[in-house]
């Protein structure tokens, strides 16, 4: 590895040793070792050479309001004390995704007026074709 920063070296063995990193080549990553990213604030990263880097992608497109946002960082605290998840399934609701809702419903075009929630990609797609089903049933 590449590193002169021991702590760099024993991270990078940690990950070398035990995680599978998406989209990398392989041989590359055992020769050079992974870019370790240690902290993030704004737009910006730091690796642990103390590199500052603009995150471009935005965190793999989910950071597009940047890091570090303390607003968003106590309502999500206080958010998680008082419900911290609990699924929309079998005929409930809460008001977190209701007010939500809402505000997404208030800015989109004129007739699209609710809002289906997803975890993911696939549950959402799932989703759409059953709509779809059901609608043209």
């Known amino acids: 590895m590449s590193s002169n920063n021991p702590q760099t070296r024993e991270w990078q063995a940690l990950s070398n040793d ?3 990193a998406p ?3 392989f041989k590359q990553l055992k020769e050079k070792g992974p870019r370790i990213i240690t902290k993030a604030h704004g737009v910006y990263l730091w690796d642990s050479e103390g590199n500052k880097i603009l995150d471009g992608m935005a965190g793999l497109w989910c950071v597009a309001i940047g890091y570090g ?3 968003l960082a ?3 605290a206080k958010q998680m ?3 911290p998840y609990y699924n929309l399934f079998f005929q409930t609701a809460h008001p977190p995704a209701l007010e939500l809702a809402k505000a997404i ?3 989109a075009p004129a007739g699209m007026n609710h809002v289906f929630f997803a975890g993911s ?3 959402g797609n ?3 074709l059953r709509m779809v089903r059901h609608y043209w049933a």
């Open 18 to 20: 035990h995680h599978l």
């Open 105 to 107: 419903a208030d800015v």
């Open 126 to 128: 799932d989703t759409m």
């Open 81 to 83: 004390k008082a419900l």
């Open 23 to 25: 989209f990398s080549d």
């Open 74 to 76: 106590d309502a999500a």
């Open 121 to 123: 990609g696939s549950e």
């Open 69 to 71: 946002r303390d607003e």
